[in-house]
């Protein structure tokens, strides 16, 4: 374990009503305890999942589109101001850093094509495959990994990859802080997952989060599931499956 705790710095934040720290999981955050070699944040849209990973990396001294410590760069003005409100506490010092998301990840490669270390092919890959490549040529052991909705750019062949190397490189003492919307990247052994939402961010099983028990139900039966969705059920699930 690198990273071991987040706490955000409320005396230091002249106006909670402001953006991002009015997000309804933000606004309840003051410390947070990392136990897992591997952690994922999940949570609808706009929960402050991605949010709060690019606020821990800029915080952590990279950029908020990507990259390691070594690229600096901007294409446009990304991050919040929530990086500068986060306090981390270390338990070791990372061998490499990097933070890889999804939506920018094209700004990323053409940056590193200037640099002695470029995602070489990019180009002549699709995206998945050169997202895919970056980790495997990027990701060490012994480092600090972010992602942010890496499932976006990998097929479900990709994201099965991906799982074999969080598993290689968490036995080679590497960290990942992960956002993602996933069911398939949460099922990874051991990992911590923590759900953000109205109610804060808390801790929870894999299989009681929304991402599990809404796969399972439509992969179970997709006729049942289809036929609650086009009524205009807004929550398909059977009634035995609802959280209070």
Do not use: C
């Not at 990392?34 to 709060?52: C, P, R």
């Not at 690229?71 to 061998?95: C, I, M, Y």
């Not at 990097?98 to 094209?106: C, G, H, V």
């Not at 991402?211 to 997709?222: A, M, N, V, W």
Request: proline share 5%.
């Amino acid at each position: 374990m690198h990273l071991t705790g987040i706490e955000l710095l409320w005396t230091a934040v002249e106006d909670r009503d402001e953006y991002p720290f009015a997000i309804a999981a933000i606004s309840h955050l003051t410390t947070l305890s990392l136990a897992s070699q591997v952690t994922f944040f999940v949570g609808e849209n706009g929960s402050g999942k991605s949010t709060l990973i690019e606020a821990i990396a800029g915080a952590a001294g990279l950029s908020p589109e990507g990259g390691s410590r070594n690229l600096n760069f901007a294409t446009r003005r990304s991050d919040s101001s929530l990086q500068e409100h986060l306090l981390l506490t270390w338990h070791s010092r990372p061998k490499s850093w990097f933070f890889l998301r999804a939506e920018s990840f094209y700004n990323v490669a053409n940056a590193y094509e200037s640099l002695s270390e470029p995602i070489t092919g990019y180009h002549e890959r699709s995206h998945g495959e050169a997202f895919l490549s970056a980790i495997k040529g990027h990701f060490r052991g012994g480092g600090l990994y972010l992602l942010d909705e890496p499932e976006a750019a990998l097929s479900l062949v990709g994201q099965l990859q991906l799982l074999a190397v969080l598993h290689q490189l968490q036995a080679d003492h590497s960290q990942f802080l992960i956002a993602t919307h996933s069911p398939i990247l949460m099922a990874f052994p051991g990992a911590g997952i923590m759900e953000m939402s109205d109610s804060g961010i808390r801790p929870i099983n894999y299989r009681e989060s929304e991402q599990y028990l809404l796969t399972r139900s439509f992969l179970e039966d997709p006729d049942v599931f289809m036929r609650h969705l086009f009524v205009g059920d807004p929550n398909p699930r059977g009634p035995s499956e609802r959280r209070p």
